[in-house]
């Protein structure tokens, strides 16, 4: 973002941290992984900061840094490691909602780049055309895995709702989850449009 340019990089840090962590941790599914992965980041970046703080969008620097950090083959070892030493059990995070916890776990059923491209289009509200440049993708690319991602996500996040909110079955899904605004006209739990020929 433009207006991070130029920040000093403990203001940056206090500005920037929880956001990014949040994102983050939406991409991965672990709150460990993602605070691991983000503080790395922010070291790199502050090694760098000189450079860094000049980035059209330093904030964006630092969240591509984690992601990519989280999905390296030796921390994908890893994961595989204590995922299995934790069976089937879901991760605790304190302070989060039912609706954000159903959130999360609905993207961990769809595949890594369908649900890197969704937190970036619809949660953080980057362009098709940032996410592209961001992931290193087409932008025909992005599109399919928005809509095949929107469309693997939504059975996830119906059968979520339907657990954790009382009554939700009955009077539809419930609200999303804090820091999700979908568009006017969304889908309140995938943040799809209805089809127009203009969503992307």
Request: net charge positive; hydrophobic share 40%.
């Amino acid at each position: 973002m433009a207006e991070q340019r130029g920040l000093d990089f403990d203001d940056f840090y206090a500005a920037t941290y929880r956001r990014v962590v949040g994102q983050v941790y939406l991409m991965t599914g672990s709150m460990a992984e993602a605070e691991d992965c983000v503080q790395e980041a922010y070291a790199r970046a502050w090694q760098r900061w000189a450079k860094v703080s000049r980035h059209e969008a330093p904030e964006a620097w630092v969240r591509t840094v984690s992601y990519r950090l989280s999905v390296s083959a030796w921390r994908k070892a890893v994961n595989r490691l204590s995922a299995h030493r934790r069976g089937a059990a879901g991760e605790e995070v304190p302070g989060l909602s039912p609706d954000h916890l159903a959130l999360v776990a609905g993207l961990r059923k769809i595949s890594v780049e369908q649900r890197n491209a969704i937190v970036l289009h619809h949660l953080v509200g980057l362009s098709v055309q940032e996410v592209a440049a961001q992931t290193d993708s087409p932008v025909g690319t992005v599109k399919a895995r928005l809509s095949r991602g929107r469309k693997a996500l939504s059975p996830h996040l119906t059968e979520q709702w339907d657990e954790t909110a009382p009554g939700a079955s009955a009077v539809g899904p419930a609200a999303p989850p804090p820091g999700v605004r979908p568009a006017s006209g969304a889908h309140p739990a995938t943040g799809a449009r209805p089809a127009t020929g203009k969503e992307f």
